[in-house]
């Protein structure tokens, strides 16, 4: 199972700082602790970059997660 | 990517494709495009900073012979508070189109407030003075410390400060607040010898690019409106521009104009839907230029912020825990790259107990925009102050207390993700073995260093790659080119197909020659539109290869492709690029080859810069001496376009730390609108900026590439500020190192 690793700020939501889901695309982790934890909105996760295994994905949708894969919300970054 | 890979073109410093356009002035930018028929359109800017608006009266204006039409915030649709995606991030559709027009406040001095088109640009100007506008003039607040205070005047009625676990009760300037921690802050600080804390302050800063903000535009109520204009995204121009005016987004065309630099400040939009208002209501084409001073008192530049930073150390120069805050100034709508800011403050170090606080707040000024690597500048300033003089209390090397603590692949960051292969510790190895480094400070000048990091970004680009029946072909891509980019899409493209770059001509496509793609910025061009543009000349390879195959009689796996020439692998067979495209007629249709992606795993790039300067004693003015920027580009494709970057980034560095901020008197009135008071370095102000090109490949691009554009102007806030105050032998706590606040300095302790 996919490991997700809350930040300092998502912990506030979740109390926790990290969860185990088993899930095999990005959309399905976000539905998965959504559903885990009431305080996270759905719709908002869905608006956040996310890193999977240290590759940072703008909008990772459909992104595939392996079994052993570790996950982090972020701030999507922009730039100049 | 493999690390031993060889290029034939990448690597090469080839002659840029634009470059005799711009240099015979053959290029058109934003103000260059006339129409027949065409009039001008001009803005009426608020003379205070803070007011009501009682009353517009518009009607003497519309009676003058020459005005033709007349726009206010009321001919915008009626917006709702939207979010609309971006390449700079999300943007509230309705603050993006209070700010082109105010609606029923005026929230900064030059905040626009109505429009008029008349059939000369002098006309419109003159006729600003028949708008008759009611203000009731509210108490300004300039200063985010001001903002925050409880009693502070409010600018929104309607914000609530976001990031608390309870709502608060009671409007605030304070947009947001974010925190990121990891470890154990009060344990790292107990744990440590010596602790480090100090506060700054730095300017808000315009990007100075030289081009005004400028377009022409068409509104065609059946068929389709067109809008060209300098932008950095003119895909992002469009969708912004229908939302505030209620298009479909298929009715409106953006064409980009060549641009005159933008460095983030040309992501949004300020005349575009304003010009098409003016264009609908009076059946004409619209150009709107803005003048100097509006550049500066109307866009947005970055903001000013104040910031604390504190770190905690072992005797040794082991970094035990950090702590930063941060309250970066907004402009008048929330927005601050403040995020950003928490995200790399700490982050060139592998210090396992960090805790950030920031504050997103509005004040009386304008919104702020993009400038190169949003955010970290500020933040990372402070942070390299204060390493800087723990380096000096515990007696150390300051390169070797940031190589004891350098964030190096496995470093867990703040924001999340441990680091994958990054270059810090090579860019501050090249600067330790610098000539710069190894030579002896001059007597009586100060030396200073600091490293930068950006994440960089990847995103959304679209490419198409048409080739021709002689064998050139054309590159057609979505990101405008403003550092160079269409030599680094012309060599990508020469090296996947092996012809030479000059056979390869690209062009920026406007909004109905591709799908979106998203704008320059956040260095992800070279990065993001060069993987298209590998893919799309993979997709031609491809075909030349199936095309081949069919004249031979083989499959396309029996066809090998190098040195641009097609070869039979079951015979003696070849034919050259050329060859194959000319013979394309016969074996299927013209060859071509398009990539619509969404680039991921941009790589950090980290950077290293040393900066030398002579302080005169007696005026307070500091002359940079000698200055070298050091930065990790993952692999340069242009070399010489490459260490433009890593100039450009340090000289706008250099001059946010010495010379250039915003004046406003008491009243919130800008007082240096211009070039000659607002002080941006000039070429005969600098020495030549020494570069030093670090290559460590980002594993997620096929050529290694990180992009360069942004981390350049992180590193100078700290080295000059270092630097200065080593000279004058005092702590720089304030940026910029104008002469009076040296002086003050000096002559005050």
């Not at chain 2, 900064?108 to 109505?114: E, V």
Request: aromatic share 6%.
């Amino acid at each position: 199972m996919a490991i997700v690793i809350f930040s300092s700020e998502l912990q506030k939501l979740t109390g926790e700082e990290q969860t185990r889901v088993d899930a095999e695309v990005f959309k399905d982790i976000v539905t998965e602790i959504s559903n885990q934890y009431s305080a996270l909105e759905h719709d908002e996760l869905m608006e956040m970059a996310v890193a999977i295994d240290g590759e940072i994905i703008h909008t990772p949708f459909l992104e595939k997660v392996a079994a052993t894969s570790e996950v982090h919300f972020l701030y999507r970054i922009s730039g100049g | 990517m493999s690390e031993a890979q060889e290029f034939k073109y990448i690597g090469q410093r080839t002659i840029r494709p634009d470059g005799f356009d711009k240099v015979t002035g053959r290029a058109a930018y934003g103000a260059d495009l006339t129409l027949p028929g065409m009039i001008w359109g001009k803005t009426l800017r608020s003379p205070h900073a803070h007011a009501k608006i009682i009353s517009i009266d518009t009607s003497k204006a519309e009676a003058h012979p020459d005005v033709m039409s007349v726009a206010t915030f009321e001919d915008f649709v009626t917006l709702q508070s939207e979010s609309v995606a971006g390449t700079e991030g999300a943007s509230g559709v309705l603050d993006v189109a209070r700010n082109c027009l105010a609606d029923d406040k005026v929230l900064y001095h030059g905040h626009a407030i109505a429009a008029i088109a008349a059939r000369t640009e002098r006309a419109a100007k003159d006729a600003l003075d028949l708008i008759d506008v009611e203000y009731e003039l509210l108490p300004s607040v300039m200063d985010v410390e001001d903002a925050m205070k409880e009693d502070s005047p409010v600018l929104h009625d309607d914000m609530f400060t976001a990031g608390y676990d309870e709502k608060p009760s009671k409007a605030s300037n304070i947009a947001t607040r974010v925190e990121m921690k990891m470890g154990d802050v009060d344990a790292g600080f107990a744990e440590a010898d010596i602790i480090v804390e100090r506060e700054f302050r730095t300017p808000t800063a315009h990007q100075g690019y030289i081009e005004p903000h400028a377009c022409t535009v068409t509104y065609d109520e059946n068929g389709q409106s067109m809008v060209w204009c300098c932008t950095q995204g003119h895909f992002d121009v469009r969708t912004l521009t229908a939302k505030v005016l209620g298009m479909e987004l298929g009715k409106l065309k953006v064409i980009a104009s060549e641009i005159g630099g933008g460095f983030g400040g040309k992501t949004v939009i300020y005349q575009e839907p304003v010009a098409l208002v003016l264009s609908k209501k009076s059946g004409r084409p619209v150009k709107m230029v803005m003048d100097r001073d509006e550049v500066f008192i109307a866009t947005g530049p970055t903001s000013a912020a104040k910031l604390k930073a504190k770190v905690g150390a072992k005797k040794d120069g082991t970094i035990t825990a950090m702590q930063g805050w941060m309250a970066y100034e907004a402009g008048a709508f929330k927005g601050s790259p403040m995020v950003p800011g928490v995200m790399t403050m700490f982050t060139p170090y592998d210090c396992p107990n960090v805790l950030v606080e920031g504050f997103d707040v509005v004040v009386n000024k304008s919104k702020v925009a993009a400038y190169r690597a949003p955010g970290a500048p500020q933040a990372e300033y402070a942070a390299e102050m204060v390493v800087n003089e723990l380096a000096e209390i515990l007696g150390m090397d300051p390169i070797d207390l940031r190589l004891k603590n350098a964030a190096k692949e496995g470093t867990q960051t703040i924001y999340g993700p441990k680091l994958k292969r990054v270059g810090l510790v090579e860019c501050l190895e090249a600067a330790k073995n610098s000539p710069h480094y190894q030579s002896a400070i001059p007597e009586g000048q100060g030396r200073g260093l600091a490293s930068g990091f950006w994440f960089n970004i990847g995103g959304q680009s679209s490419v198409s790659i048409n080739m021709n029946p002689d064998g050139t072909g054309t590159i057609v891509e979505g990101s405008p080119d403003i550092g160079g980019s269409r030599a680094s899409m012309q060599m990508m493209a020469a090296e996947v197909l092996q012809i030479e770059p000059k056979n390869l001509k690209p062009i920026i496509a406007d909004t109905e020659n591709l799908p979106y793609s998203a704008g320059t910025g956040g260095s992800r061009t070279t990065f993001a539109t060069g993987m298209a543009v590998i893919e799309a000349s993979e997709k031609v390879v491809a075909q030349v290869k199936e095309r081949a195959a069919a004249v031979w009689n083989v499959t396309a796996e029996q066809v090998e492709y190098a040195d641009g020439v097609a070869r039979n692998t079951a015979g003696e067979d070849s034919m050259t690029l050329a060859e194959v495209c000319k013979s394309a007629e016969k074996t299927g249709g013209q060859i071509s080859g398009n990539a619509n992606i969404n680039a991921r795993g941009a790589g950090p790039s980290f950077a290293v810069h040393l900066c030398d300067v002579a302080v005169d004693k007696e005026t307070g003015k500091v002359d940079v001496t000698r200055y070298t920027a050091i930065q990790d580009a993952g692999k340069a494709i242009h070399p010489g376009y490459v260490e433009g970057q890593l100039q450009g980034g340090a000289v706008q560095g250099i001059g946010w730390a010495l010379n250039e901020e915003y004046i406003y008197n008491s009243d919130g009135v800008m007082e240096n609108p211009g070039f000659l008071d607002y002080r941006v370095p000039l070429a005969s102000d600098l020495p030549m900026i020494e570069t030093i090109t670090v290559e460590v490949p980002n594993a997620f691009h096929p050529y290694g590439v990180r992009g360069v554009g942004e981390t350049g102007i992180i590193p100078p806030l700290g080295a000059v500020g270092y630097a200065v105050g080593n000279a004058i032998d005092r702590k720089v706590e304030e940026l910029p190192c104008s002469p009076p606040r040296v002086l003050a300095l000096i002559q005050n302790g």
